[in-house]
C-alpha cells in the first residue's frame, strides 16, 4: 500500500473517531435514535423501501441492556385499538365499513385478523338452487352462480351449519323462491324479486307411484315450524342487502322459475360466505421536513403530492413555507421525493406497529361485530394450539 493510501486511510480513520466521539450519550437500557428509527420505522426510498424487516431476536441489543423480547405484560400496555370512523349508512349510498387503528402489534397478528375476516368469519350464502323453468339466455349453471353472491342480510350466528347427513330445517337453511316471466318487451330481473318463504320449501319431491296420494306432498325442507314465528325473525324480516341487483334479462315470452337454499358456510370454502367486500391495511406514514421549504420550492412540493398532504402556511415579510397537513393521507406514491435533491428535503417512513385497518362489510353483519367475531375466532385457535400442546 503506497504511502498516499495509508494517509487516506488515516484520515478516513481520524474522521470515523470524530464522528463517533460526537454521539450523544444514550443511558444503558435505551437504543440510538438511529437504532430506534431501524428498530420501528420502514424507510421509504425513491426507488424501493428499505428496512423492511422486523428484528424479532430477543438478544438483538443485548449489549445496549435492550430487551427486545417480546413480553405479554409489555403487549397488554402497548397495544390499542381506535376506531377513526365507522358508517353503517345502507341507503341511499351503501357505505357500510370502519376504519381503525391497531397500535402496537406485529404484521402477523394484523394480517391473520384480515385472513380471518376474509375467510373465516361465516355468513349465510345460498347454496343450492331447484330450478323448475328457466327458459332466459342465462344457463342454469351460470344463474345459480349469480344467486349465490347476493348477500343476505342476516345474523348468521342465529343458524347452524348443515352437513351433508342433516335434513334442512328452520335451524340451518332460508328459502327464497323466485318466480317472474315477460309478457312482452324486455325485462330486468334484479334481487327484489326473490321472496323469503318462512314455511320452507314449497317445491314437491318426486315420489313412487305407489305412495299415498291423499297425503301431503313431501318436500325439500322438513320445518317444524314457520321461521317468522320465531322470537330472533319477528321484527327483523329475512331480507337481501340489496334490492337492486340484476340477475338476468328477459326477452319476451322468457321466463324463470326456482327455488334457491341458503346455507351457513365461510368463505375458504367458497367466496360467496366472505363476510368482507375487503379487509386490508396499511402501516402508518409519517412524512417529516428535513429542512425548511419556502416560496417557490414549497409550491412545486404542494404541487407534487396527489392526496395534498403538504399545505403551505404565511410566514413574515410575505414568504411561504411548506408544512405537512395530511400525513395519514399519504399512499406512498414517493412524488415528493423524486427529482434533484428531495430526498434530503423531504423524509417518508412508514410506522411497523401502527397499521390503519379497513373493514367493508357485504351487509350480514356491522363491521365492528365481524372484527370482535374475528378476535373470537383467533382466541378459539389459540385455545386450541395450547390444549393440543398440554
Not at 97 to 124: K, Q, W
Request: net charge negative; proline share 5%; glycine share 4%.
Amino acid at each position: 500500500m503506497s504511502s498516499s493510501d495509508m494517509s487516506d486511510l488515516d484520515a478516513h480513520l481520524e474522521e470515523a473517531k470524530k464522528r463517533i466521539m460526537n454521539m450523544p450519550e444514550v443511558p444503558m437500557g435505551q437504543l440510538p435514535p438511529h437504532l430506534q428509527r431501524q428498530r420501528t420505522r420502514v424507510f421509504c426510498g425513491s426507488d424501493a423501501p428499505t428496512n423492511t424487516e422486523s428484528i424479532q431476536y430477543s438478544g438483538a441489543y443485548a449489549s445496549m441492556g435492550v430487551d427486545n423480547s417480546l413480553r405479554l405484560d409489555q403487549f397488554i400496555k402497548n397495544f390499542k385499538v381506535e376506531v377513526i370512523q365507522i358508517k353503517h349508512d345502507v341507503k341511499p349510498n351503501y357505505e357500510y365499513f370502519m376504519e381503525f387503528d391497531m397500535i402496537g402489534i406485529d404484521a402477523a397478528l394484523a394480517n391473520a385478523f384480515r385472513r380471518i375476516l376474509i375467510s373465516e368469519v361465516p355468513t349465510m350464502a345460498i347454496e343450492k338452487v331447484l330450478i323448475a323453468n328457466n327458459t332466459s339466455v342465462v344457463q342454469d349453471e351460470v344463474l345459480a352462480h349469480r344467486l349465490g353472491l347476493i348477500p343476505i342480510s342476516i345474523d348468521p350466528r342465529l343458524f347452524e351449519y348443515m352437513s351433508e347427513n342433516d335434513t334442512p330445517n328452520e335451524k340451518n337453511t332460508i328459502v327464497f323462491k323466485l318466480h317472474v316471466r315477460c309478457t312482452h318487451g324486455r325485462l330486468t330481473v334484479r334481487s327484489d324479486e326473490l321472496m323469503w318463504l318462512p314455511n320452507g320449501s314449497g317445491f314437491a319431491m318426486e315420489t313412487d307411484t305407489y305412495s299415498d296420494k291423499k297425503s301431503n306432498p313431501k318436500t325439500y325442507t322438513s320445518f317444524s315450524c314457520s321461521q317468522d314465528s320465531l322470537p330472533e325473525f319477528c321484527d327483523n324480516p329475512i331480507s337481501l342487502t340489496h334490492s337492486d341487483i340484476i340477475i338476468a334479462k328477459l326477452a319476451a315470452k322468457q321466463e324463470i322459475e326456482l327455488e334457491a337454499h341458503a346455507v351457513k358456510g365461510i368463505g375458504k370454502t367458497h367466496a360467496k360466505w366472505s363476510p368482507v367486500a375487503t379487509a386490508w391495511y396499511r402501516m402508518l406514514p409519517e412524512v417529516e421536513l428535513l429542512q425548511e421549504i419556502e416560496d417557490q420550492l414549497a409550491e412545486e412540493l404542494v404541487k407534487k403530492c396527489p392526496v395534498k398532504v403538504f399545505d403551505i402556511e404565511d410566514i413574515a415579510n410575505g414568504k411561504k413555507r411548506a408544512t405537512v397537513a395530511r400525513p395519514r393521507a399519504c399512499t406512498l406514491c414517493r412524488e415528493c421525493i423524486r427529482g434533484e435533491d428531495w430526498e434530503n428535503r423531504v423524509a417518508l417512513r412508514r410506522v411497523k406497529d401502527h397499521f390503519i385497518f379497513t373493514i367493508e362489510s357485504t351487509g350480514a353483519l356491522p363491521p365492528d361485530v365481524l372484527f370482535t367475531e374475528a378476535v373470537k375466532i383467533l382466541e378459539d385457535k389459540c385455545e386450541r394450539i395450547l390444549s393440543e400442546l398440554s
